[in-house]
């Protein structure tokens, strides 16, 4: 999955929404109560029923691991006064390892929340963590003390910063994905279309603008037949783009309804341009929020292709069956696992590589968290040492995920957890 965010400043980060007003209620994972709000999904049942029989980088016929020995609950086995090790650089950041006991809120947690986010990305691990990754599932019904402790025993902390050592500015954003009406055919209300990639689509070349897409007959003839459904408003389209993926419900030509998603497959290799950005620029909004976008559009019909067309890049998607089990998660991020509501983050793989276990710390108008969360997905805003995007679900524009992910812009802090 590879989503945008939407550009509000220059002076900063970008993000999907700057002043958006939040509701008063967030959803339960947002704070201590997460597993209620997990259980009603009932992703702890299905993960471990269905893949705590996997085997990650195991021969068919090695010798099973012996099992784990759970430590004693409350019982930390890991010393905290041992010599630390020397940092460890990566292309976009320095990692500096601490104590335990610099992580703010560590041990406050409740670490069986994000296991089963791990043991999915366990179906693609982080480079040297497959053999760790025979533990991970092994431990999903262990007590919470129990993964604390192995998690202190097996890593170690690192605090995450620019490449040069210094602190940065770290910028925590939110997405999701979005659920929209589409019918499979043109209708008079439905004309807005999602495309799949065009056969003759350039690798690593510029295609058609979006501009051009819309408006020359070469463009629209080397996309003829490649509509995979038709959406009534443009602006609609253009979220799911930024978004990377979404749900539809899709109203078939025979009209029978069913729901849908459809996945980033590719793009026409443009620079992806915030319409909120450009809206600013010209002082036709006061904050970048899809409603003060949506109500301009409203009022200036006349302008709204001017208005998507400054942003020049166009997302093509691939169709994807979706099953009881994969209504239950969130899209496939770029690790190539489903996503795990308020688990899992989207980072810039040259500072954190995917699968990788990571400790946040945010305080903001929208959260004040410090947990444990998993690298797996990726974003064409997220770059940089100490950037995050968060994945708060799915839903429509009145649901909390959408919310959540439209206001969440604040101070982020970043520690991975890096085996032994």
Known sequence: MVHHTMNTSSTSAPSASSNNKIMNRFPQWLGLGAGRWVARL?????????????????????????????????VVTAPDDSTLPAPIQRARSRWTPVRWSELPGWGQDSLHEVWNAWVRGCERPAPGQAALCREVRQLSIATPAEQQAWVMRRFLPYRVSEADGSEPQGLLT?????????????????????????????????????????????????????????????IDALILQIQGSGR?????????????????????????????????????????????????????????????????RTVFFREEALSDLDARFGPRGAQGVP??????????????????????????ATLNQQKLVMAQDTGGAIVGAVRADLFTGWGSWNDEAYTVAAALKQPLQMWVLWPR
Do not use: F
Request: hydrophobic share 40%; net charge positive; proline share 12%.
């Open 339 to 364: 996503l795990t509501p308020g688990r899992s983050i989207a980072v810039d793989p040259q500072s954190i590589p995917y699968g990788t276990p990571v400790w946040l710390a945010t305080q903001g």
């Open 42 to 74: 009932g992703l702890g049942a299905l993960i471990v029923g269905s893949l705590v029989s996997c085997a990650v980088g195991v021969r068919p016929d090695a010798q099973p691991a012996p099992p784990v020995q759970a430590p004693t609950p409350g």
């Open 248 to 312: 539809l419900n899709l109203v078939e030509s025979n009209g029978q309804m069913l729901q849908v998603r459809v996945a980033y497959a590719a793009h026409n290799g443009h620079p992806y341009q915030s319409v909120g950005r450009w809206l600013l620029d010209q002082r036709a909004i006061r904050e970048a929020s899809w409603d003060a976008i949506k109500t301009w559009a409203a009022q200036n019909p006349r302008r709204l292709n001017e208005m998507l067309w400054s942003n020049p």
């Open 174 to 234: 939110g997405y999701y994905e979005p659920i929209m009406n589409a019918s499979r055919v043109r209708t008079e209300q439905h004309r807005t279309p999602l495309y799949g990639p065009p056969p003759a689509l350039p690798a690593g070349q510029p295609w058609y603008s979006r501009q051009e897409i819309d408006t020359l007959p070469a463009a629209q003839a080397a996309l003829q037949g490649r509509a995979l459904a038709w959406l009534a408003d443009p």
